[in-house]
Nanobody, 126 residues
Framework: QVQLVESGGGLVQAGASLRLSCTASARTLSNYALGWFRQAPGKERQFVAAITWNFGNRYYADSVEGRFTISRDSAKNTVYLQMNSLKPEDTAVYYC???????????????????WGQGTRVTVSS
């Protein structure tokens, strides 16, 4: 079981940047993927980005490609989501999730993630 704690959300204006952090408590993250999802009011949880812990392979939703960057710090068991050029439509609660042995085909599915953090709210004003 992986425990996840997110931080870094806030209220910003359009065009600004934020960096979210997710720290994992686990004996090992080997064979895990850590991903970021977001959920806006009244909408389903949506894939944002993911990274495989072993090899650092990165995956992005089309809506954030080129604006968001996911990275990891293995020494700190922490994954980051650097969000640049934020738009009002990026407003949501952002969740960090952990998926064990996710494949390239399944890594964007929230059903693959069995551990979740409590979420951190991001609000982008126009």
């Amino acid at each position: 079981q992986v425990q996840l704690v997110e931080s870094g959300g806030g209220l910003v204006q359009a065009g600004a940047s934020l960096r979210l952090s997710c720290t994992a408590s686990a004996r090992t993250l080997s064979n895990y993927a850590l991903g970021w999802f977001r959920q806006a009011p009244g909408k389903e949880r949506q894939f944002v980005a993911a990274i495989t812990w072993n090899f650092g392979n990165r995956y992005y939703a089309d809506s954030v490609e080129g604006r968001f960057t996911i990275s990891r710090d293995s020494a700190k068991n922490t994954v980051y989501l650097q969000m640049n050029s934020l738009k009002p439509e990026d407003t949501a609660v952002y969740y960090c999730g952990a998926a064990w042995t996710a494949t390239q085909l399944s890594i964007e599915s929230h059903a693959e993630y069995k551990s979740w953090g409590q979420g951190t709210r991001v609000t982008v004003s126009s």
